[in-house]
């Protein structure tokens, strides 16, 4: 057997492989669809707004950023995000970049000219797991959308311990600016926010190194929990 035999075979193996492995919707789980049509809907709606769902951002020394959400982090958009994010579905890769490019075009006029997209730094241990950056990914196409360059001055910095109450989280899990972008306003753009931490310290470490951060954009919030609704 030469090389190109190996070569052919280890195709075939791919083959056999690929279609020993059923597709399911990362939603719902119904066949032979990574998503399937009613999964998908929802993530063509209207963006909204959801920085009053995120607590931690008030801890920013200034107004609550503003942050733009395509979906929420509930039900079947957060099994999707989930699969997407932790179960390596890279065949939603494409989707999930049209979905927030999608949601950039909606809330356009709310931008200012001149922008420049910040992706949210992902930790380097995430980004060898899954094999790709998956704020980088959605930033990049925010930008071809918005026609605005994509750039990536900040960089996950310290570490998360468990055991520490949420304040000490937040304090753990440092944003470090690598380079200045100068006074460009910046967007930044993550895959999901719960807390706002994560986005809370982006935009300090923009705004301490001199760039005024405008909104930002995330493909999943967490829902706002209204207080009364279930006795607080
Ligand atoms: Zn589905």
Redesign the pocket.
């Known amino acids: 057997m030469d090389l190109a035999d190996l070569a052919n075979l280890a195709a075939l193996a791919r083959d056999a492989a690929r279609l020993l492995v059923p597709v399911s919707?990362?939603?719902?789980?119904?066949d032979d669809?990574p998503?399937?049509e009613?999964?998908s809907a929802p993530w063509w709606d209207e963006p909204f707004r959801a920085e009053e769902g995120a607590g931690r951002l008030a801890v920013l020394e200034r107004v609550p950023l503003a942050v733009w959400a395509v979906s929420r982090l509930e039900g079947?958009e957060q099994r999707?995000i989930g699969v997407w994010k932790d179960g390596r579905k890279r065949d939603l890769d494409p989707f999930f970049g049209a979905a927030a490019a999608r949601a950039a075009a909606a809330v356009r006029e709310h931008l200012p000219p001149n922008l420049v997209v910040v992706p949210v730094p992902s930790k380097p241990r995430s980004v060898r797991k899954r094999g790709v950056d998956l704020s980088a990914l959605l930033a990049r196409a925010v930008g071809r959308e918005l026609d605005a360059p994509m750039e990536a001055p900040l960089r996950a910095a310290g570490t998360t311990s468990k055991g520490r109450s949420s304040v000490g989280r937040w304090d753990a899990a440092g944003v470090a600016v690598k380079r200045r972008l100068g006074p460009r306003p910046v967007l930044l753009v993550d895959d999901v926010m719960t807390t706002g931490a994560t986005l809370a310290r982006a935009a300090d470490a923009l705004e301490g190194a001199g760039s005024p951060v405008v909104a930002a954009m995330v493909l999943a919030a967490t829902p706002r929990r209204d207080v009364g609704a279930n006795g607080g």
């Open positions: 919707c990362a939603g719902c789980g119904v669809v998503l399937c009613s999964c079947a999707a």
